[in-house]
């Protein structure tokens, strides 16, 4: 993980956050200038908050925050003096413009590694402060001599007016804030900030979903921009320009990522203190040096992290909040039963599958794999693999380490190409299919190292299983639970159904993800692999790291969900036992080559075989069978 | 473990409100200082005058800048040590900007209803974002450092200011330069200082007005780190003249990769104001120093028994001429509040537009004048070169917007 | 045309400049996996210690410069104990925004200590005309430039290709625990590695400072390109490193010449993002394997 845990239902206590600023603000005699950079400090937190997203949501990085502030404060105040624009038509084209930018900008980073989009940000800051300051639009943005902003009509430019409407700007960005990443789409986002490549292979259409993230972050900065420009009256390159992007990073990180209400007080303590309480300019620059490195180092999470912390302290100190904090956590769980709407779509769900092994019972086979190679610059992993599985059946993969095993997996999973062959699932082939649209077929997998989201709890871990079949909308995930309350309930029913299936007790369901033992996140894993509409499973070597009472309980787990539903499985393992327990067929691996197929307990009596795993010479061996997984 | 929103709520609500209580504490110890209830004017009371900057005294900007607040406060130091004024002393804060106009103008906001007048500001980009706030309210802007055109022309209440326009400065030059050496073809290259468009036209002008032509221009961002592209232009384009508006540290820059490419040009390097600095003498290839013209709007070096010399002589700005200024402007500030009386910000301001000829710093700057319509103090340019770590005036020239109606320059005495 | 090559020639004068600062950076990256943001002002603060003995205890250049190398060297190291080690578990994002933070606090350091008489007059090492090509001249400390920066760049190459401590560096950059587990003294590398920053940061200042003007934010212009250059080059190639910073520096100066500095700077972004577009890993640098 490139930066720390993601908060959940962060809306309460940001909104919390956000309205204390606002009544404290309103309600407390402030002289002029604590006022304007009061104003000036909920304006950047806005600017911060989507960075936040940007940063601690999507574990993307972006060194140029600023830039999109001053473009969405320049594009807005240019249409208003220049064009004429009446004021909340020019903020909306300008902020428009804005994402407008983003996106195309977006477009490009997305496909680059993290440093490549730390240095391709921070250049971009650098070549918009060039552009504002120089000759080519000076008529325009007045270059080096800056632009003065006229006042907005109604909340003029300073004033407890304008304090509102900052603050209500805040509370609403809060809220719809709060709801996106609470939702099917912010859920999305943390599984890319995970690992891409998995996302990928859940059906996440992972630049998609970057670009998205991005362009928010932007327009946000952008909102943050009309803001600024209003209250401090006067627009000039010098204040937007790669000191100011730290700065808002800063705010990010002292204030706490992943939290969206940690950046506002990360805002006020960056913006206030400097400007306000240290007034001598060398020891301030040393302070915040000094500050940004102490949250960096010990404090990672964190002012909202450090409260966080506080309150658990309080909880345990107070035993009776400690009850009502209990009461509403089980209820949370106990809550979905209840409801009636629910049973038919979890009825539903499983019949669906039923209902699409019944049609597959015709001879397509579930997976065919025709001559696939796989090479990687001239090392060749896989070499002529033929394979087919039966629909229905429980197929085993062995074979040495680095026999290619993962390597066939992936390929069947869309994460690589073959440079040889055809791969066909259901009959049909995904050649040159991208990840997710091989998942859109039914193809689900799972990892080596369970790919769960840590911060995320077993429930909405499980709720990303369905992110490829139930297509929510990010517009609506922006409104909050008011408008996705009804899917987000459907979702739940079948993600416990989902997990009764496994066997993951209710109790266990509320917990952060990571938390779990690493058999239980296995469990968790196959349940989103089932909660969608699967079609065939790859289980990429479950058995590994459990022990022998574990490993006979996800067999029994795997018959039972094999025998209830008729998935088709292909499943990977070093333990010998596990397999002659659940296969049908197996087929071995060597060298990138398949070198024996058949039933299990016949493949593995073949000398040769047995030559490979053991090492000796072609003897008939006697009781092959009777080798317990080891 | 998990936790709740509930538990979560209580203990940032306690956060937030610990939050409010230090607003609130601040914005109770935010009133303290101000010249508060006085009936007589904003910023004055019967014992003191309250006088407030807003300067760059941190960031990179901070050489340029700071040497002139901390000198003009070592003369209002000294007003005070020897009685202050009609027994007012002078309180002078300072608060630092870091060169971001938009903290520049939160600074002021502060000010406004607390302090007298403003005294200077360092720079264009901080002086055109606070003077029209500073104007509409009422309070003296008084002697900022400044290039930007609209900021004094049209004049604007209460904004004065002393030092001449770089577009002024260029157009005096080449002025300069032609009477000198002939008439010539001219190249300029600047750093984006207050209306740097305008101060390549009126170079232009002066130029083709006065028989030579205009040759190419080049404008590089401050702190630029290789001016060598543009020395290899001015070597193909060989013009006669190459005249300056840029920085101190930056002209050195510029000036020693001409003389690294053997291309400086035939008859001289005009440059402003802004390169008269004690960053340019730290650095600049003395190799250069004979073919170099700059203008300057102090007198160097300065007359030594001039107050502000005598104060700055120990120091370690002794020779910069950027202290030079922020004194001589102080004096300036207390020779209007001396003749002011009653002490109005209104008279203040009548004070000093009926200033002609007025000697408020003998030595260091030539003689001011004011008017209604004129907020520019100087109509003279003294032109200086550099001589090892030191400035010279080798002439002096007078400048106005009108150039037809300029005088010729006069060689110093 | 003269001037185009003439352009170009000094665009590879500087971006020979910048490709130097940029080999720390890359060292440090191929070693620890981290981007090093301080690098600019630790190379200023060598600098200045250097000039400071020189000024004020009155020792000739030649002398004060080992001095202030090996002093960075020490200080490297402590940077390494006190900034990057605690809880190195936090993550690579983490610890680069702490060297941005580092950079940060030393230049604020600088600023208060010497910053109120900056720019300094600082030493050359070599005095003398220089050559010329075309219609540019090369002063003398830029050949001498040119010359260490491509002696440090095959010592370095050479470093990592052929010595165990380059196999240890680079296997602790990409398999950290594998590493360790195999005994590999993670702390000590780690720490040489950011001392040895430290030094090849000083040397650049020294040799940049004469030209630069010594001032603590002197090498901040310089950081973006050379960070361009780096991207450009492979992040994990020394020769990438000089080869893309001196594109950067020949793109950057031609285009200059042939329209204005906005132009620039507006190519120069976009040959960054349509490289890294094509070639993700640079020009010079390896493709990543991720393995899952």
Redesign the interface.
């Known amino acids: 993980?490139?930066?720390?845990d993601a908060k959940?239902?962060t809306?309460?206590?940001s909104l919390?956050?956000a309205?204390?600023?606002t009544?404290?603000?309103l309600a407390?005699?402030?002289?002029?200038?604590?006022e304007?950079?009061?104003i000036?400090a909920v304006a950047w937190a806005i600017a911060a908050i989507g960075l936040d997203v940007l940063?601690g949501f999507t574990g993307q990085?972006s060194f140029g925050q600023a830039a999109f502030v001053a473009i969405g404060a320049y594009a807005t105040s240019a249409l208003r003096i220049h064009a004429g624009f009446p004021t909340p038509l020019a903020v909306v084209v300008g902020v428009g413009i804005t994402g407008v930018i983003a996106l195309l900008l977006g477009s490009?980073?997305v496909?680059?590694?993290?440093?490549?989009i730390?240095?391709?940000t921070?250049?971009?800051g650098?070549?918009t402060m060039?552009?504002l300051?120089?000759?080519?639009l000076?008529p325009v943005f007045g270059?080096?001599?800056?632009l003065?902003v006229p006042e907005y009509e109604l909340v003029g430019s300073?004033g407890k007016p304008y304090l509102l409407l900052t603050c209500v700007v805040l509370l609403i960005v809060v809220f719809v804030t709060c709801s996106l990443t609470d939702s099917q789409t912010g859920r999305a986002l943390r599984l890319v900030k995970t690992n891409e490549?998995v996302a990928a292979a859940a059906g996440i259409r992972v630049r998609r979903m970057k670009m998205l993230s991005f362009t928010y972050c932007c327009v946000l900065a952008a909102i943050a921009g009309v803001l600024y420009a209003g209250v401090?009256?006067?627009l000039?390159p010098?204040?937007f320009g790669?000191k100011q992007s730290?700065n808002i990073?800063?705010m990010l990180?002292v204030g706490g990522a992943g939290t969206v209400?940690g950046p506002i007080?990360g805002a006020?303590l960056v913006t206030i203190l400097p400007?306000?309480?240290l007034?001598?300019?060398?020891v301030?620059?040393?302070v915040?040096?000094?500050v940004?490195?102490f949250f960096?180092?010990?404090l990672?999470e964190g002012?909202y992290g450090l409260?966080?912390r506080?309150?658990?302290w309080?909880?345990r100190m107070v035993p009776a909040?400690g009850r009502?904090?209990a009461r509403?956590?089980s209820a949370?769980v106990r809550r979905v039963d209840h409801d009636p709407d629910v049973a038919t779509t979890v009825v539903g769900g499983a019949s669906r599958v039923v209902d699409e092994t019944a049609e597959a019972e015709a001879d397509i086979p579930a997976l065919e794999v025709d001559g696939v190679e796989v090479t990687?610059g001239g090392f060749v992993a896989l070499s002529d693999v033929d394979l087919r599985i039966r629909a229905g059946s429980v197929h085993a993969i062995i074979g040495p380490n680095g026999a290619g095993k993962?390597t066939l997996l992936?390929a069947v999973s869309g994460?690589y190409v073959p440079s040889k062959g055809d791969i066909r699932v259901f009959g049909e082939s995904t050649r040159g299919m991208p990840p997710h649209r091989i998942r859109q077929r039914g193809v689900v997998r799972t990892?080596?190292t369970p790919a769960i989201v840590p911060d995320l709890?077993v429930l909405d871990n499980v709720k990303l299983g369905l992110d490829a079949d139930e297509k929510g909308s990010f517009w609506t995930d922006l409104l909050g639970r008011l408008a996705t309350g009804r899917r987000e309930r459907a979702l739940e029913a079948e993600a416990h159904w989902a997990l009764d299936a496994v066997g993951i007790d209710e109790s266990r369901r509320?917990?952060?993800a990571k938390?779990l033992d690493l058999s239980e996140q296995k469990r968790v894993e196959i349940a989103r692999g089932l909660v969608g509409h699967a079609r065939l499973l790859l289980l990429d070597e479950p058995t590994a790291g459990l022990s022998v009472k574990q490993m006979e309980s996800l067999g029994a787990t795997l018959k039972d969900v094999h025998r209830r539903f008729g998935l088709t499985i292909m499943v990977i393992s070093h333990h010998i036992g596990f397999i002659l327990d659940i296969a049908d067929e197996m087929t071995v691996l060597d060298y990138g080559r398949v070198i024996g197929n058949g039933e299990p307990a016949e493949v593995l009596a073949r000398p040769e075989i047995a030559a490979t795993f053991m090492g000796v010479d072609a003897e008939p061996v006697e009781e092959t069978a009777g080798t317990e997984g080891s | 473990m998990r936790i709740s929103s509930a538990r979560k709520f209580t203990p940032l609500a306690v956060g937030v409100a610990a939050l409010a209580l230090i607003l609130a504490a601040c914005s109770g110890g935010g009133a303290v200082g101000a010249g508060g209830d006085s009936d007589a004017e904003v910023g004055v009371t019967e014992d003191t005058i309250y006088l407030a900057a807003s300067q760059t005294l941190s960031g990179p900007g901070a050489a340029s800048c700071a040497p002139s607040t901390d000198a003009a406060k070592l003369y209002f130091d000294k007003v005070n040590a020897e009685g202050g004024i009609d027994g007012r002393k002078i309180d002078f804060e300072v608060i630092d900007d870091a060169y971001d106009p938009q903290r520049a103008l939160a600074n002021v906001r502060g000010f406004i209803d607390k302090k007298f007048a403003m005294v200077g500001a360092c720079g264009s980009a901080t002086a055109a974002a606070v003077y029209k706030t500073l104007s509409s309210a009422g309070m003296p802007f008084l002697f900022p450092t400044n290039g930007v055109a609209e900021v004094v022309k049209p004049a604007a209440p209460g904004v004065f200011q002393i030092l001449p326009l770089y577009e002024d400065q260029t157009a005096a030059l080449v002025h300069y330069g032609f009477e000198e050496f002939g008439a010539g073809s001219i190249f300029v290259v600047v750093n984006p200082l207050g209306e740097y468009e305008s101060a390549i036209e009126r170079a232009r002008e002066a130029a083709e007005q006065g028989g030579g032509e205009f040759v190419g221009s080049a404008v590089a961002q401050l702190g630029t780190t290789d001016y060598t592209p543009i020395a290899l232009q001015i070597k193909e384009a060989a013009p006669d003249f190459v005249v300056i508006s840029t920085g101190g540290s930056d002209s050195a820059k510029f000036v020693n990769a001409l003389v690294d490419q053997n291309a400086l040009p035939a008859k001289g390097v005009l440059g402003t104001s802004a390169a008269v600095a004690g960053s340019f003498l730290n650095s600049y290839n003395v190799a250069a120093a004979e073919h170099l013209y700059l203008g300057s709007a102090t007198q160097l070096p300065a007359a030594p028994d001039n107050e502000c010399i005598e104060l700055l002589a120990d120091g370690d700005f002794a020779n910069d001429p950027i202290a030079h200024i922020g004194c001589a402007s102080a004096m300036g500030i207390v020779q209007a509040i001396r003749q002011t009386s009653p002490l109005t910000r209104e008279g203040l301001m009548e004070t000093i537009e009926s200033w002609n000829e007025e000697d408020v710093s003998p030595g260091v700057f030539a003689p001011v004048s004011f008017s209604a319509e004129d907020h520019i103090g100087l109509a003279t340019l003294y032109i200086v070169q550099p001589d090892g770590s030191e400035f010279n005036v080798i002439a002096q020239c007078p400048y106005s917007e009108d150039d037809s109606a300029v005088g010729g320059c006069t060689a110093a005495g | 045309m003269d001037l185009y090559i003439s352009a170009a020639i000094s665009g590879v004068a500087v971006g020979l400049l910048y490709g130097m600062i940029g080999f720390a950076i890359v060292m440090l990256y191929k070693s620890t996996g981290v981007a090093n943001f301080a690098q600019g002002t630790l190379a200023t603060l060598g600098a200045f210690v250097a000039w400071a003995l020189v000024t004020d205890a009155g020792l000739p250049l030649l002398a004060a410069v080992p001095i202030a190398l090996v002093a960075s060297g020490v200080f490297g190291i402590i940077v390494y104990f006190l900034v990057i080690r605690p809880r190195a578990s936090a993550g690579n994002l983490n610890i680069t925004v702490r060297t941005l933070g580092l950079s940060l606090l030393l230049l604020a350091i600088m600023e208060w200590r010497w910053g109120a008489l900056a720019p300094y007059r600082y030493p050359t090492i070599v005095h003398g005309e220089g050559i010329q090509i075309a219609s540019v001249v090369l002063p003398a400390q830029s050949l001498l430039i040119a010359a260490v920066a491509a002696v440090i760049m095959v010592l370095l190459w050479a470093l990592f290709r052929y010595t165990r401590a380059g196999l240890s560096f680079r296997a602790l950059a990409e398999q950290p625990d594998t590493a360790r587990l195999l005994g590999l003294r993670a702390t000590r590398l780690s720490a040489a590695t950011w001392g040895l920053s430290a030094v090849l940061g000083t040397i650049v200042g020294v040799l940049l400072a004469p030209s630069a003007f010594l001032a603590p934010a002197m090498m901040e212009p310089y950081l973006l390109f050379t960070f361009t250059g780096i991207v450009l080059g492979g992040l994990t190639s020394l020769p990438g490193a000089l080869l893309g910073s001196v594109i950067v520096g020949i793109i950057s100066n031609v285009t200059i010449v042939a329209f204005n500095l906005e132009a620039g700077v507006l190519v120069v972004f976009a040959i960054l993002l349509i490289v890294m577009l094509l070639r993700p890993q640079g020009l010079l640098g390896k493709q990543e394997a991720v393995r899952l």
């Open positions: 993980m490139i930066i720390g959940n239902r809306l309460v206590p919390v956050i309205g204390g600023v009544v404290a603000g407390l005699p402030l002289d002029t200038t604590l304007y950079t009061l000036a940063v990085v490009i980073v496909r680059y590694r993290i440093f490549g730390a240095v391709a921070l250049f971009f650098y070549l060039t552009v300051m120089g000759d080519v000076r270059g080096a001599n800056g003065a300073h490549a401090v009256g006067y000039g010098e204040g790669i730290v990073f800063a990180v209400g007080l006020l400007g306000y309480l007034r001598d300019g060398h301030s620059a040393v915040f040096a000094a940004l490195l960096l180092i010990l990672p002012i409260l966080q506080v309150g658990a309080i909880t909040l009502f904090a509403r956590r949370r990687f993962t992936n994460l990892f080596q709890d509320a917990l952060l938390n």
